[in-house]
């Protein structure tokens, strides 16, 4: 099984501010890495997928990049409506595995 | 607009069966991979079971192998999640996500439907 660690676990900021959310992979995934984003008693929302690419309706703000097994979220510019916890999960090799999480709160 | 949404969660003590539901619209059901995904309380998310577009192909975690079994309609737009043998430990809300194309990312979510094992 290949393990998804994310760090940091609480990530404080600003509005306005860039935000880099990091996520590593035990074992190289290429670049089949999703990122998703939760708000409270809220499901999953796709954010990222193959690493780099936005999912329909995610502002620009957001970006993906890395590949193998190192991978980082970036939101360029906090909005109140980012504030959330953000997920990493590996599609390269079952059993699909997602990351402990990040939770983006307001500084 | 695609949407699922789940039901079929309640209270159920250890040992006990339940089965849940997750009715698909707003795509072609049929042509695409589904799974079930959890979270337990506070916790994060945990991928459970994913089933092939034609239901024919299978997958589950280590955690829930032997206990669960899921599998589909087409005709009716439905995916399943039959859990037998329940655990505390499988206390959690059970997300159902679909898939995309050959691409194993969760592209769309249900809002989920709860699921407590206690007696």
């Known amino acids: 099984e290949i393990v998804m660690t994310q760090s940091p676990a609480t990530l404080s900021v600003s509005p306005g501010e860039r935000a880099s959310l990091s996520c590593r992979a035990s074992l190289s995934v290429s670049s089949n890495l999703a990122w998703y984003q939760q708000k409270p008693g809220q499901a999953p929302r796709l954010v990222i997928y193959g690493a780099s690419t936005r999912a329909t309706g995610i502002p620009a703000r957001f970006s993906g990049s890395g590949s193998g097994t190192e991978f980082t979220l970036t939101i360029s510019s906090l909005q109140s409506e980012d504030f959330a916890v953000y997920f990493c999960q590996q599609y390269s090799t079952w059993p699909l595995t997602f990351g402990g999480g990040t939770k983006v709160e307001i500084k | 607009e695609v949407q699922l949404l789940e039901s079929g969660g309640g209270l159920v003590q250890p040992g006990g069966s339940l089965r849940l539901y997750c009715a698909a619209s707003?795509?072609?059901?049929?042509?695409?991979?589904m799974s079930w995904v959890r979270q337990a309380p506070g916790k994060g998310l945990e991928w459970v079971s994913r089933i092939s577009a034609s239901g024919y192909s299978t997958d589950f975690a280590d955690s829930v192998k032997g206990r669960f079994t899921i599998s589909r309609d087409n005709s009716k737009n439905t995916l399943f999640l039959q859990m037998n043998s329940l655990r505390a430990e499988d206390t959690a809300l059970y997300f159902c996500a679909k898939h995309s194309g050959v691409s194993y990312y969760f592209q769309s979510w249900g809002q989920g439907t709860l699921v407590t094992v206690s007696s």
């Open positions: 707003g795509f072609t059901f049929s042509t695409e991979a």
